[in-house]
């Protein structure tokens, strides 16, 4: 039906009441909002279940993840990379980080190291003793991240000299090694050996000289889907996904 123009109303003034009153009726574009997390390497795949998990409940909300040595993360927080969210391989590794950035820290996983070897064992490690026999090819995380600080602190407490033959920048790249068959055994996180399903076999080291972590996850903005996905990962469904990957409660 052709819109008559009132008497007295102008074809300009006439036009601009027009495209409001049709603005006034469309429906509303959904919101949208990326949150941008920035975690430790051993979270890869607990963090990639949780952000599916967190987006399906929450329509128009994106989250980017991206991964590495805890250490990196926040080299690059403190030299200003765009970052909502922060989650850490131990409380310590938060140590170096501009306190000024943080709004808020909260503990939600922990985690214990465990030998890592290959699927068959060949080189038949059966305990953390085995790690300093000669000749025996050794991986260990590079000593500034948080996975070959702790490994060091267990050598230490057990009175061994690991036969490390390389250290990686994190604990994915140190695991990969024995995937790929180029080491006997690596010192890594349960959850990284749960994770690797078949690909490896996990040999326990005993609590008594085990390295706990707890890992604390750093809100760096005020943006509410930010705070809405700690709440999740905090939460009880987000706790649920964090033990079947093999983390602890913090």
Same mark, same amino acid.
């Given at each position: 039906?052709?819109?008559?123009?009132?008497?007295?109303?102008?074809?300009?003034? @006439?036009?601009?009441?027009?495209?409001?009153?049709?603005?006034?009726? #469309? /429906?509303?574009?959904?919101?949208?909002?990326?949150?941008?997390?920035?975690?430790?390497?051993?979270?890869?795949?607990?963090?990639?279940?949780?952000?599916?998990?967190?987006?399906?409940?929450?329509?128009?909300?994106?989250?980017?993840?991206? @991964?590495?040595? #805890?250490?990196?993360?926040?080299?690059?927080?403190?030299?200003?990379?765009?970052?909502?969210?922060?989650?850490?391989?131990?409380?310590?590794?938060?140590?170096?980080?501009? $306190? #000024?950035?943080? $709004?808020?820290?909260?503990?939600?996983?922990?985690?214990?190291?465990?030998?890592?070897?290959? #699927?068959?064992?060949?080189?038949?490690?059966?305990?953390?003793?085995?790690?300093? !026999?000669?000749?025996?090819?050794?991986?260990?995380?590079?000593?500034?991240? /948080?996975?070959?600080?702790?490994?060091?602190?267990?050598?230490?407490?057990? %009175?061994?000299?690991?036969?490390?033959?390389?250290?990686?920048?994190?604990?994915?790249?140190?695991? +990969?090694?024995?995937?790929?068959?180029?080491?006997?055994?690596?010192?890594?996180?349960?959850?990284?050996?749960?994770?690797?399903?078949?690909?490896?076999?996990?040999? /326990?080291?005993?609590?008594?000289?085990?390295? $706990?972590?707890? @890992?604390?996850?750093?809100?760096?903005? %005020?943006?509410? +889907?930010?705070?809405?996905?700690?709440? @999740?990962?905090?939460?009880? !469904? %987000?706790?649920?996904?964090?033990?079947?990957?093999?983390?602890?409660?913090?």
């Amino acid at each position: 039906m052709r819109r008559m123009r009132p008497r007295g109303l102008s074809p300009a003034a @006439y036009g601009i009441v027009v495209l409001a009153l049709a603005a006034c009726g #469309s /429906p509303a574009a959904p919101a949208t909002d990326t949150v941008t997390v920035l975690a430790a390497a051993s979270l890869t795949e607990a963090f990639d279940q949780l952000s599916g998990d967190f987006t399906a409940d929450h329509p128009g909300v994106t989250v980017e993840l991206s @991964y590495g040595s #805890s250490a990196t993360l926040v080299q690059q927080v403190d030299h200003g990379a765009p970052a909502d969210v922060l989650a850490l391989a131990g409380e310590s590794a938060a140590d170096p980080l501009d $306190r #000024s950035a943080v $709004r808020s820290s909260t503990p939600f996983a922990g985690n214990v190291l465990e030998i890592a070897v290959p #699927s068959t064992n060949p080189a038949h490690v059966t305990g953390i003793g085995d790690l300093g !026999r000669a000749g025996l090819k050794v991986v260990l995380c590079a000593p500034a991240v /948080p996975c070959g600080r702790a490994a060091d602190a267990t050598f230490a407490k057990a %009175g061994i000299i690991p036969s490390a033959v390389s250290r990686e920048v994190d604990v994915k790249a140190t695991l +990969s090694k024995v995937r790929l068959g180029e080491a006997d055994a690596a010192v890594v996180y349960h959850s990284d050996v749960v994770a690797a399903g078949v690909a490896v076999t996990g040999v /326990p080291i005993p609590e008594a000289v085990n390295t $706990r972590l707890r @890992y604390p996850i750093i809100t760096l903005t %005020g943006d509410p +889907s930010a705070q809405a996905f700690v709440d @999740y990962v905090v939460g009880e !469904r %987000g706790q649920h996904t964090l033990r079947s990957f093999g983390f602890t409660s913090p």
